[in-house]
């Protein structure tokens, strides 16, 4: 798993944002207007400086809504909590995991395919940070 930092100082790309909803049930006539322009850094960064992005690969994380190619935004400031998703290096290797802190502390798989990984005083492990949101691949 490759990871990498946001910029310090992230160029300031506007986008589009469109007035009207999308609507996922039965269409309806779309206009052609733009309500404002929209920074993503702004909705899903809090904190350039401590934050990266990882593209995630594997099916431990499905049921987490968490798929291949999915790229996730990872805050490094934040104290992970109880039922928290993080990043974390387990003897090396990089994972995403949902992080259970009782009744054992563990990093749980959301895919019952996979086992729980018990965090063992043998283990090493470091929590890199908390995914704040996923940007979900075209499926």
């Given at each position: 798993?490759?990871?990498?930092?946001?910029?310090?100082?992230?160029?300031?790309?506007?986008?589009?944002?469109?007035?009207?909803?999308?609507?996922?049930?039965?269409?309806?006539?779309?206009?052609?207007?733009?309500?404002?322009?929209?920074?993503?850094?702004?909705?899903?960064?809090?904190?350039?400086?401590?934050?990266?992005?990882?593209?995630?690969?594997?099916?431990?994380?499905?049921?987490?809504?968490?798929?291949?190619?999915?790229?996730?935004?990872?805050?490094?400031?934040?104290?992970?909590?109880?039922?928290?998703?993080?990043?974390?290096?387990?003897?090396?290797?990089?994972?995403?995991?949902?992080?259970?802190?009782?009744?054992?502390?563990?990093?749980?798989?959301?895919?019952?395919?996979?086992?729980?990984?018990?965090?063992?005083?043998?283990?090493q492990v470091e929590i890199f940070g908390v995914?704040?949101?996923?940007?979900?691949?075209?499926?």
């Open positions: 798993m490759k990871l990498s930092r946001a910029a310090e100082s992230p160029a300031i790309l506007p986008l589009p944002l469109f007035g009207d909803r999308v609507a996922a049930g039965f269409p309806s006539p779309a206009q052609d207007y733009v309500e404002n322009r929209i920074d993503l850094n702004e909705i899903c960064v809090r904190h350039p400086a401590s934050t990266f992005f990882v593209r995630a690969t594997g099916e431990s994380m499905i049921e987490g809504n968490i798929h291949e190619d999915d790229i996730l935004v990872v805050d490094c400031s934040l104290t992970a909590r109880h039922q928290d998703i993080v990043i974390a290096s387990v003897d090396g290797a990089f994972t995403v995991k949902r992080l259970s802190l009782h009744p054992v502390v563990q990093l749980l798989p959301m895919n019952p395919a996979y086992a729980p990984i018990a965090l063992e005083e043998n283990n995914v704040t949101f996923i940007i979900y691949a075209a499926r």
